[in-house]
C-alpha cells in the first residue's frame, strides 16, 4: 500500500514538490519490446504546460522530461521506468505571506492536520505540478494500449456554460486554449474567462473522457470494477468534486426503459449497442462500447478577494492569493484526465491478460461507438 | 492485488454467488480487543434484507449472519474475522431462460467477454446480493471508528423528485420505506414507486452519505487520498453511476468566492468553518468537517417490458425480466453506501495511526458541522 | 496488505482458529474454465491429514474440503472460491492449564504482546491447522499450472540423519510415513522416531521440494524474485527457521568454478545445464531447470519435559504439554512445502503472463533437469 | 504489485540500471518530523561502496546520494523521499563481447527468456549496483526505528572458513576489509581472498545479521511473519542462496528439549529467555529478544576460468569474464544485509501500530539479548 502509487501491475509512483529541485516518477510493470523515448512523451507535457496561454498560469517550465532508466537502444526492458522533469522556475518568494496562514479550500490546514509540518511553497506536494508525471507515464500507458486505443479529452462545461453537444467536434478542441469542441461555446469561454482573470476571480469546469478502441473484458467484478477505479483516478485529480461513468447522476431521473441499452447484431457477426448510457462498463467489465467518463473541477480557491481563514496560531487572518495562478484549473485538468483514464485501462490490460491467457475473448468483440 | 478485496489495513475479502449455498467475507486487519459479536452485524443487515417492504424484491433470506472466526469471549483478536450468510432462498427456476440471453444494462454480457462463462442464476457474483457481506463488514468497521463516529445515508432524489433538503430530518428517515428524511417527498415517493412497481417498470435515485465526528488528517495526498478511496467504493456498488463529494457537480458552477468555505476560531480555540462546499475534505485529507458523498443509481435494468437483445448465439432476441427485483435499487444501496463509506474511513484510521504515532495531530482536532 | 493473504494475482486469504468451527480461504484470481470440484483437493489434504500413522498426531479430523463459491458446473468462473473444512475433533479440555502459561518455543507470548488477547485453545491461529487451506489453494494452484508441472516434496533429514541422495526414489516416498525417498533411511527412522515419541520428545527435520516442467522466465528481478517470494512461502510455515535453494547454504564454501552450471546446446536446439547448483533460478527468474528448495523445520516444542517459563502474572512456571501432538512436525510438513512452492509459481505464472503477452519467451524453453 | 517495490507502509521503489545515468529509489510513508539530510544516509553508502580495498571491485564510484524530494527544513515531511545517485564510472566498452552470450550463473540468459530484450551492460539491472539504493532508503528506515534499535552485520564465514563466534568482537569488523568479527579470521581470509583474487577465481561467504532494541509484537501471523519477510529481503540480494532465522539449519539435528528458549522473569518484571535458538521470532512475532539472520552467498559467476556456455544465437561458446569484479560479493553483502533488515523492522514497525493503536504492548516489553 502506497500513497503515492497508482495501478496495480502498471504501477506508477511520483514524487516531487512545486518548488524542490525536480519532480519525477517511476512507472513499474510496463511490458518489454514496446519502443519508448522522450519524444513519445513531450507532446502530451506540452499540452498540460503552464504558460501556454493567458488563461493558464505564467509561471514558465520547460516540463522536458528524461528517461532515466527502463529502456535500451529506445525499447523497454520491463525493468522500471523512471521519469525526471526539472523545477526551473520557482518563485519561493511569492510564497513567504501564506507559511502560516491556511488558504480556504486548500491543503494547507489539512497537511498541517495530519502531517504537522508542509512545505508551504507552491503547494509543495499539493500542487497541481505533480500532475504533470501523472501526465508523463499517462504516456507509457498509451504505448501499452497500442494504437488502437485512443483516449481523448474535452472541457464540456465552463462555469455554468454547457457545450452543445450537437456540435462536437474533436478538432475543435485543438484549436482553442480551452480544448472545447463547440466552437460557439469556445468564444463565449474567452469572454467568460477573460473576465475572471481580470477580476481575480475563478470558475469551475467539468472535464469528459472518451476512451475508444477499447477491448471487452476490461476490469473486475467487485473490488477492481473498471468503473470504480476511473472514479478513483479522476476524483484523485486536484479540485474534483464529482465523477460520472456514462449517463451518470441524470441516469437517477430515467426509468428502466429508457436507461436500456438494446443490442442486436450487425452483419459481421458482432453485437451492436443502440445507445451508451451505461458508458462502456456494464458489471465493472469494458462491454467494448467507448467508455465515456466526466469529472467536476471546482474554481480554484487561489483568488483576489479576501477570504476569512486562520493561521497556524490560532489567530483570524484574511487570506488573498497572488502568486500566478489558474483562473480555471479545468482547462490543465484535460491532459491529466485523460492520462488517469490511460493509466487505468492500462493496468487493467494487463490484469486482464493474467487471468485470461488466451485470446478467446478478445476475438469476440464488438467494438462501435 | 485482488479483484474481491477492499481496503489495505481494514481489508475485506468477499465470495459467494446469489444461488450458492451461501455468501462470506474475510475482515482481515481488524485491531485487537474490539467487543464484537453478532448482534453488532445483524441490525445493518436487516436494514438491508430484502422483503422487507413492497418496494423491494420479495425474495426472502433469514440473512443471518455468523462469525466463523476471529473473535475470542465475544472480543476480536487481531485475527481474520470470517463472516457467513447461509443462501435459504434461490429459485433457480427462474433463471432458467435468460440463460443464455444478455439482459440490456446487465452484466451478462460482459462476464461473457471477460470469463467465457458465468453462473447465470440470479446474476450469479454480479447480483447485489454479494452487497449483504459489505453491509456485515460496514458494522466491524464501524467498530473500529468507535462510538464517536456516526455514518449515515439517506436517499435524496427518487427517479427526478429531490427532497426539499430544508425538511431534513434523520429521524424522517428511519420511518418509511425508502431511507427518505423528507416526510413530504416519501408520501410523492410511495405513489410514484407503486406506479414504477406495478407497471413492471422501475427507477434510479440519489443516495447522500454523511459522516460525522471524523478526526481530521485521514487520507493522504495523490493516490490516497479519501475522496478518491469513497469515489472508488461508491461507484463500485451495483448500478451506480455517478459520485460527488460536498459540492459536487454543482461546484463546477460556482466561482472561486462563491465555494469558498471561511474558517474562523471558535472560542475554545478550535477552527470553525462557514461552510462546507468540500464535503469535509481538503487535498484528499479529512479537515474534521462532516464528510458528505452522494452516489447515483440507475434505474435497475430488470423490466417487464421487452428490450431487444442479443444471445451467446448472436442471435437477436427479446428480454424481459420476471423474477423478483427492486422496482427502485437505490432503497437497498443506502446502508449499503453508509458501509462503504465506513469501510473507507477505518481503513484510513489505521493508515493515519501507522504514519502518524503521536496523537499530537488529533488533539488539534476541529470537529464541526 | 494483508497478515492473512498470500499471493498477488493468484491470491489466497486464510481464517480460522485451531478449535473454532471451521477453517477456511479464499482463492482470488483464479483463471476462469478450470476443471475444479472437490476432488481435485481432497487428495492432498489427505496427505496431510492428522492421524494418519503413529508418527502424527492422533487428532482425528475427516478434513473434508467443500467448494461454497466460484466454479459452476464442474468449471471455475473467475470469481472467488471459497473453501471450508469443517472442525469436528477440538478437545478443547486439554488446552485449560495452559491458558496463563507460555509454552517455550511457541507463540502464546508473542501473541499476547502483540495483541493483549489469544484464543489459547490448540493455539488458536498460530495452530499447524491453519496448514490445511494452505495444501487446498495449493491443490487449486496445480490446476493453473496444468499437468505439466510437478511440484513433489521429501523429507530428506529427520534429526540429524540425512538420507543419501544416491538412494533418492520418488516411489519409496509414497510407501512409508515419512514420505522419506530413501528405503533404508525410512527403516531407521521409524526406529528413532518410536523412541522420540515414547520418551515424549520431538525431533526437528529437512523438506526438499522440487518442481518439474517449470515454464522459464517465471519470477522477476529486484523485488518480485522467484527465490525471494520461495524463501518467503517456506519461512512462513509453522517451525521452519531456514530456507535454501540449490546449493543452498553449500554454495558458500564453493568457488566460482565449483558453482557454475555450465550450458550447452542439445540436438533440439534447446539449452542444456549441466549442474543445477542454482536451482532452477538465476537472477530471480526461472531458468526452465527443476527449481529446488530446502526447508528445515525445529522439532516441535510441544514435549513432557517440563521446560522453565512464565505466565502471564509474571509468575515463574514449569511448562510440559500434554495434549496430541506430532514428534516430528517435519512430516506433516511436506505436502505443505509443496503447496506453498505451487502457490508461488502459480501466482508468478499469472504475473509472466500479464507483462509478456505474447508466448515468444516461452517457445524457446529449455526444460530439462 | 510491484516487482522493484519493496514493504507495505514503509515502501521503498527502486529503479536504475549499472550504466545508465543514475539509479534512485522513492520511499513512500516514512512518518514526517523526522531529522533526515543526506549525512544521515551517506556513511552507510560509504560502507557499501565499490573500489574501497583490493578486494572489491575496482569501479570508482563517488556514489553521493541526493535528496530530491520529501524533506523540508531538514525534515521529513510524510510525502514521499526520491533519492538519486549519478553514475559516474561506466565502462561500457568492458561489456561488449558478453552482449550475446550468458554468462554462467548469472542472469543473463534469465533475462533473455523473460523480457526477450536486455541491457547487457554491467548486468543491467541485475546488476548489484541496485542495492546502492537499498543501503540508501535502508539508512531512512533506521531512522524510522530510532537511536534504541540497531542493525549490525559481519562475515561469519568466507569459503569454507567459519569465524570462531566466542571470538565475536563487533569492533573487529569495522577495523578489517571483511566485516569479520573475529580478528583471527580476518588474517587468514586475507590470505585467502588475496589468492583467489590473483587467480581470477571467487569465494562464497555466510553474513549474520543482528537487530537489537526490537519491540515485541512486531510481525503477524500466517503470511505477515516478520521471519518471513526477512527470508524474501535477504534471498533477494544478489547471488544468495541460503537464510536462516536463529538456530537456522541446525535446528533440525535438535530435540524438543535442545531447542526450547526457557524463559524466567528478572527482578524488573521483565521476561528473560535462557537461550535465543528461535533468533528472536515467535510464531512470525517478535519477541523483544534480539531478531538474529544468516544468509549464504554464492561465489560470483563472473571468474577469469572459461566455462562452457551459449549464445543468443545457439551457438556453444566460451566464457570467461573481464570486468572489474568482487572475487567475495559477500563482502559488500554486509550493509545490504543490514539494510534489507532495517526494512522490514520499519514496515513492520508502522504495521503493527496501525492494528495497535495504545502502546499497552510495548510497555510489557522484555529486550534483551
Keep these: 500500500m502506497s500513497h503515492n502509487s497508482f495501478g496495480h501491475l502498471f ?22 519490446r514496446l519502443a519508448l523515448t ?9 499540452r498540460r504546460r503552464p504558460g501556454q496561454s493567458k488563461f493558464v498560469t505564467q509561471r514558465q517550465e520547460a516540463d522536458e522530461v528524461r528517461i532515466l532508466s527502463g529502456t535500451f537502444e529506445g ?38 492536520l495530519k502531517y504537522g509540518i508542509r512545505d508551504y511553497r507552491g503547494g ?18 498509451r504505448k501499452v494500449l497500442g494504437p488502437e486505443v485512443t483516449v481523448r479529452g474535452a472541457l464540456v462545461q465552463m462555469g455554468p456554460d454547457r ?46 473522457v472518451v476512451a475508444e478502441g477499447i477491448p471487452p473484458g476490461l476490469g473486475a467484478p467487485i473490488y ?14 486536484n479540485a474534483v468534486k464529482g465523477v460520472e461513468i456514462g449517463e451518470g447522476f441524470a441516469a437517477a431521473a430515467l426509468t428502466g426503459e429508457g436507461n436500456a441499452d438494446e443490442m442486436r447484431m ?63 484549473v479545468g482547462i490543465r485538468a484535460v491532459p491529466v484526465g485523460e492520462a488517469m483514464v490511460a493509466l487505468v485501462l492500462a493496468d487493467h490490460l494487463l490484469r486482464h491478460r493474467a487471468q485470461n491467457p488466451d485470446a478467446a475473448a478478445e476475438a469476440r468483440l464488438p467494438r462501435n461507438r
Excluded at 504501477?11 to 518489454?32: F, K, L, M, N
Excluded at 523497454?76 to 510564497?95: C, E, M, V, W
Excluded at 467508455?291 to 480557491?301: E, Y
Design 266 to 328: 450487425d452483419p459481421d457477426g458482432r453485437v451492436i449497442f443502440g445507445d451508451n448510457h451505461a458508458g462502456g462498463i456494464l458489471g465493472g467489465i469494458s462491454t467494448g462500447q467507448s467508455v465515456v467518463a466526466r469529472f467536476a473541477v471546482k474554481p480554484t480557491s487561489s483568488i483576489l478577494t479576501p477570504r476569512r481563514s486562520v493561521d497556524r496560531f490560532g489567530q483570524e487572518v484574511e487570506v488573498l492569493t497572488k502568486g500566478r495562478h489558474d483562473p480555471c
Design 124 to 141: 509543495g506536494r499539493s500542487s497541481a505540478r505533480e500532475t504533470a508525471m501523472r501526465v508523463a507515464a499517462g504516456a507509457v500507458a
Design 75 to 112: 525499447l523497454t526492458t520491463g525493468t522500471p521506468i523512471a521519469l525526471l522533469i526539472d523545477n526551473t522556475d520557482q518563485r519561493s518568494k511569492d510564497y513567504g505571506e501564506i507559511k502560516d496562514r491556511y488558504r480556504p479550500g486548500h491543503a494547507d490546514l489539512a497537511y498541517d
Design 38 to 46: 522522450e519524444a513519445d512523451i513531450q507532446p502530451f507535457l506540452d
Design 163 to 208: 457545450i452543445d453537444r450537437a456540435a462536437w467536434d474533436w478538432a475543435a478542441s485543438e484549436e482553442n486554449a480551452f480544448f472545447c469542441p463547440d466552437r460557439d461555446a469556445a468564444i463565449r469561454w474567452e469572454a467568460m474567462l477573460t473576465e475572471a482573470r481580470k477580476s481575480g476571480s475563478s470558475l469551475g469546469a467539468v472535464i469528459e
Design 224 to 237: 477492481g470494477k473498471l468503473d470504480a477505479e476511473i472514479a478513483a483516478a479522476l476524483m484523485g485529480i
Design 11 to 32: 504501477r506508477v509512483t511520483t514524487w516531487g514538490e512545486s518548488h524542490g529541485p525536480a519532480i519525477g516518477c517511476v512507472v513499474d510493470g510496463c511490458p518489454p
